[in-house]
């Protein structure tokens, strides 16, 4: 059902969980996840899904970010070319995606399940059979709220500029693959941060972002609009199907 609201979270809020979250991987037994490290991100837009792919930032991990609905043999690919620790996945995607990582590499460790409320029965059952499918392999499944509650038992500490300064990888950007496989972009650091000034206005702007992440329309949309100091909306649906709801709601300055 559509609700006729948003739920807001303020930049300090933000903060605190990209924190939480890069203390888990830190900190965590089973989520640890090391610097230089891939985490692969299956999903579309939101507060969750910004929130792992900044963390990666904090935590000095490279982050992947990809289509919820690669085929098995492009995923396959991705998951060889960048063998990585932990998966970020949207519960949408989470049955589907279960498949391509029980025939992954066997450095994924860890699973992380986002836009997921565990309230709802078919969530929790879709975590459940995850859990069920991957406990034989090693890996851990867990949710994003309940690994950012881990990581807030620990205080946070800044990790120190990374050795290769803004030159490292920070983000390694994959084609859609609609002429083949899909093929990888090398972000360094300084590229990343070129995307978070992106934004032409002088002064904060409102966004609804409705472009997948795992493009650079979508990343610049969200990246140069929360650099200013702007308020980024993010649609209801990767659908499209509420779009228009979405704008009269949101009242966006620029799109």
């Known amino acids: 059902e559509y609700r006729h609201?948003?739920?807001?979270?303020?930049?300090?809020?933000?903060?605190?969980?990209?924190?939480?979250?890069?203390?888990?991987?830190?900190?965590?037994?089973?989520?640890?996840?090391?610097?230089?490290e891939f985490?692969?991100?299956?999903g579309f837009?939101?507060?969750d899904y910004v929130?792992?792919?900044?963390?990666?930032?904090?935590a000095h991990t490279v982050v992947a970010p990809l289509q919820a609905n690669l085929p098995a043999r492009d995923v396959a690919e991705v998951f060889n070319d960048t063998q990585p620790k932990a998966l970020a996945i949207e519960i949408n995607s989470l049955d589907a995606v279960v498949q391509h990582v029980l025939a992954g590499p066997p450095t994924i460790r860890s699973v992380i399940v986002i836009d997921v409320d565990l309230a709802v029965d078919e969530d929790r059952a879709a975590v459940e059979r995850a859990r069920a499918a991957l406990s034989a392999k090693g890996i851990a499944v867990t949710t994003l709220d309940e690994l950012t509650a881990y990581g807030r038992e620990f205080e946070?500490?800044?990790?120190?500029p990374h050795p290769e300064r803004d030159e490292h990888?920070?983000?390694?950007?994959?084609?859609?693959?609609?002429?083949?496989?899909?093929?990888?972009?090398?972000?360094?650091?300084?590229?990343?941060?070129?995307?978070?000034?992106?934004?032409?206005?002088?002064?904060?702007?409102?966004t609804l972002a409705y472009a997948p992440m795992n493009h650079l329309m979508g990343r610049t949309a969200v990246y140069g609009v929360l650099a200013q100091g702007g308020s980024v909306y993010f649609t209801v649906k990767?659908?499209?199907?509420?779009?228009?709801?979405?704008?009269?709601i949101a009242r966006p300055t620029f799109l």
């Open 238 to 248: 990767s659908d499209m199907s509420t779009l228009f709801d979405d704008i009269r």
């Open 51 to 58: 929130t792992v792919d900044l963390a990666c930032a904090y």
């Open 39 to 42: 985490v692969c991100i299956f």
């Open 45 to 47: 837009t939101g507060v």
């Open 169 to 206: 990888m920070s983000a390694l950007i994959f084609s859609s693959g609609s002429t083949g496989s899909p093929k990888g972009v090398i972000f360094p650091e300084r590229s990343c941060r070129r995307i978070c000034t992106s934004n032409p206005s002088p002064t904060p702007t409102v």
């Open 5 to 36: 609201s948003f739920d807001f979270l303020t930049y300090d809020d933000l903060r605190l969980r990209i924190e939480a979250l890069a203390n888990a991987w830190t900190h965590h037994p089973e989520h640890k996840v090391n610097p230089g």
């Open 156 to 160: 946070w500490t800044a990790r120190a």
